[in-house]
C-alpha cells in the first residue's frame, strides 16, 4: 500500500478510511488464500508458546476461526479480548467456535469468566489486529486505544505481532506519544518478520 500521497504526515483517519476500503475489495476466494496462509504459520508458533493472547476476526481483518482452533490444537491456552468499557482489555479463554457471543463493538467473545487485564503478561505471544504496521512497529488501529492501554502490561520479552495483508506493512506510518509499538508483523505471503531493526 504505497500510495504516493500517503506518509508519516498523512492523518491517521485518512489512512483508515483507505485500508478500509481496500480490505472491501478483497474477495472470499483471496481472503481464504490469505486466512489459510496465517493459520498455519500460527500453528507453528503457538507450539513454541503455552500461552497466547490473540482476536477474533470480524469483518475483513486477517484471520479466521481456524487460526484460534489451530493454536488451541497447539497445545497453547488462547486468550480473547473482552472490550466493555474504556481502559486495557479484559481477556477470556478460547474454547471453541460454539462458545463465542456477541460482544460490544461488533465483536464476539468467549463466553468463560472475565480475566483481568494483567492475565495477558502470561502469555509469550501476543497476536494483535491492524489496519497498517509500520518497519518500526508502529500499529495503526481503529482509534480506540484498547490496545495502546493493553500492550504495556504484556510481559518484556513477549512477542507482540500485528497481522495485517501484505499491502497494509509500509515504510512509515503517523505516530503520537501514546502509541505502543510491536515487535513483528505477520503477513500472509511474508510471513513472520522482526520489526524496529532498521
Known amino acids: ?46 507450539a513454541e508458546h503455552p500461552s497466547v493472547a490473540a482476536y477474533v476476526p470480524v469483518g475483513r481483518e486477517p484471520g479466521s476461526f481456524q487460526m484460534l482452533d489451530a493454536m488451541a490444537a497447539a497445545g497453547s491456552t488462547v ?58 512497529g508502529v500499529r495503526l488501529g481503529r482509534g480506540a486505544g484498547f490496545y495502546d492501554r493493553t500492550l504495556d502490561l504484556c510481559g518484556p520479552d513477549a512477542m507482540l505481532v500485528a497481522v495485517v495483508r501484505d499491502s497494509e506493512l509500509v515504510d512509515r506510518l503517523p505516530d503520537e506519544p501514546h502509541d505502543r509499538k ?12 522482526r520489526l524496529g531493526t532498521e
Not at 504526515?9 to 489512512?15: E, F, L, S
Not at 481496500?22 to 481472503?31: G, S, T, V, W
Open 79 to 136: 486468550l480473547l479480548p473482552s472490550a466493555h468499557e474504556p481502559g486495557p482489555l479484559r481477556w477470556v479463554v478460547y474454547s471453541g467456535s460454539e462458545s463465542l457471543v456477541a460482544a460490544p463493538f461488533g465483536l464476539r467473545e468467549p463466553s468463560g469468566p472475565i480475566l483481568d487485564p494483567d492475565a495477558v503478561a502470561a502469555c509469550s505471544l501476543v497476536l494483535i489486529p491492524a489496519l497498517a504496521v509500520d518497519r518500526r
Open 1 to 46: 500500500m504505497n500510495v504516493p500521497e500517503f506518509s508519516e504526515n498523512t492523518p491517521k483517519d485518512r489512512w483508515r478510511a483507505h485500508v478500509l476500503a481496500e480490505r472491501r475489495l478483497l474477495d472470499d476466494a483471496q481472503r481464504a488464500v490469505e486466512s489459510s496462509a496465517l493459520c498455519h504459520v500460527v500453528a507453528e508458533l503457538a
Open 182 to 193: 510491536v515487535t513483528h508483523v505477520l503477513t500472509p505471503r511474508g510471513g513472520l518478520v
